[in-house]
């Protein structure tokens, strides 16, 4: 047996988020708890202002919670120090945004470059490695082209690779297809799909689309504040 499935990479226990508006609090998480494991691609699904963006945004260390815990490759995340998760979020968690989020004035492959660099790759190393991630996703004519010069699916393209470049081991991405049309949303799915079965990594994507929600390994759906398993019977 495949020891790196025995053990999840992201572990959640009893996650609470809750929001103060006026003199009313929101209770937007109730105890939300899952695990999930190396090559596993979760569809993360729910209904506008159910608690997606905020579960993900707590997952990825972004947020902190009310009350609970998070255990990102066991370890216990909201002990440790700020610097201490800015460390562990650069190198174990990848974003991917329903807005690309790309810098207007670098180049597809700068952009890709740069969180490298972040990390202390070399610039040539880093260079090779956009190049050939670029290449792969069907970008090689296009990389000196800045955000403005491509198209939505080939922004969101090289968002993904500047996601996955560092070989992270968790990928997050909310609405990564929602800004694209119907056609263009499937291509790009699929070539984050392929990226995630190529490396491994575990993947928790939210999204309306209930078509591409269904060909994940899982279903997790946000409902009342908890965590359920598998879409509702009517979608």
Known sequence: ??????????????????????SRR?????GVSADLYAGQTVALVGPSGSGKSSLLHIIGMLEKPNGGSVLLDGKAC?????????????REI?????????LPEFSAVENVVIPQLICGIGRRKAKYQAE?????????????HRPAELSGGEQQRVAIA???????????????????DPETGKRVFNQLIKIVQATGLAAIIATHNFELAKSMDRVLRLEGGLLKEGLLEST
């Open 26 to 30: 929101i209770r937007v998480l109730q």
């Open 132 to 144: 050939e991630l670029l290449t792969a996703l069907g970008l090689e004519e296009r990389l000196h």
């Open 94 to 102: 990848g974003f991917v945004y329903q807005f690309h989020q790309l």
């Open 78 to 90: 909201m002990e440790l120090s700020d610097r201490e998760r800015t460390m562990l979020r650069r």
């Open 1 to 22: 047996m495949d020891q790196s499935h025995k053990y999840p990479i992201l572990s959640l226990r009893k996650v609470e988020r809750n929001f103060v508006q006026g």
């Open 162 to 180: 500047r996601a996955v470049v560092n070989r992270p081991r968790l990928l997050l991405a909310d609405e990564p297809t929602g800004n694209l």
